[in-house]
Nanobody
Framework: QVQLVESGGGWVQAGGSLRLSCAAS????????MGWFRQVPGKEREFVSA????????GYADSVKGRFTISRDNAKNTLSLQMIDLKPEDTAVYYC????????????????????WGQGTPVTVSS
């Protein structure tokens, strides 16, 4: 099992930047594929970005491509999401998620594929 705790959310003006972090506790963090999702009230949880077990393979939603960067440090059991050029439509609660990985280049875009979730960190982008 793994426990996930997000941090780094907050308020920022449009065009600004934030860096989200996800601290994982438990064993074998490096065996999990990881992802970031976001959700606004009344809508389904939305895929933002994901990475494979090593961080060598990454994927992004079209809406954030070129502005967000996912990374992980398996030695420190952390996952990060660097967000630049933020837009009001990026406003949401952001969640870190982990899932068992089959290894290699596998990463996952569907929330249904993830077994563990953090509590979320809110991001508000004002225009």
């Amino acid at each position: 099992q793994v426990q996930l705790v997000e941090s780094g959310g907050g308020w920022v003006q449009a065009g600004g930047s934030l860096r989200l972090s996800c601290a994982a506790s438990g064993r074998a963090f490096g065996t999990y594929a990881m992802g970031w999702f976001r959700q606004v009230p009344g809508k389904e949880r939305e895929f933002v970005s994901a990475t494979n077990w090593s961080g060598s393979i990454t994927g992004y939603a079209d809406s954030v491509k070129g502005r967000f960067t996912i990374s992980r440090d398996n030695a420190k059991n952390t996952l990060s999401l660097q967000m630049i050029d933020l837009k009001p439509e990026d406003t949401a609660v952001y969640y870190c998620a982990a899932t068992y990985s089959i290894g290699g280049s596998a990463y996952y875009r569907s929330a249904d594929d993830y077994h563990y979730w953090g509590q979320g960190t809110p991001v508000t982008v004002s225009s």
